[in-house]
């Protein structure tokens, strides 16, 4: 008789095997010098995987199995997700999306399980504050810098963290704004 939670087990059951998945393909992946793009749907089943470059990956396939499912991805070179990586999202209508890097694992989703009407302003108010987060990190290079000529030698490097430290500060204070959640947590237990 009873069985009146059958559905809330199930669901719960499901989101676990999602959680492992999620898990298990962000650690395979994290460490890759080119990027790996995969689909996990809501039972946790790799729907879809394909290998990009170093610095990007993209495949209409899997973009559009990425409707109401997870898509993950990651970045070799450390940082948060791009403009681009937003307006995937977006365009893709994911449940959710994450990208893993060495130190830290990413998460965007819509508040709620729905894209808001309006997210497209979203990607573009970030796409904006990207480009001006980019300018003021190459500044504020040249202001270290500047009676320290040594430091050149780490222009990209140094500018590249600046930037994505800018780029993580807006979107913690502004994809609520906009009907989204975003999360960066550290990598548990990894040397350095």
Known sequence: MGGGNSNFDKNAHEGKLMRETIKKQGNKIRNQDF?????????????????GSGHSVRSDELDELARGNIEMHNHPNEGTFSPSDVLKHIENGSLETHVVSRSWNYLIRPKGGRHPEYGLRFYQAYREADDR????????????????????????????????????????????????????????????
């Open 35 to 51: 990027e790996t793009l995969c689909v996990i749907d809501r039972y946790g089943d790799i729907v879809g995987e394909v290998d």
């Open 133 to 192: 987060l980019h300018k003021k990190a190459e500044m504020d290079f040249i202001m270290q810098a500047k009676d320290n000529p040594e430091m050149w030698s780490q222009y990209d490097k140094w500018v590249l963290k600046r930037w994505d430290d800018y780029c993580h500060e807006w979107l913690q204070n502004n994809a609520s704004k906009y009907g989204y959640e975003y999360r960066r947590t550290s990598v548990k237990g990894r040397k350095k």
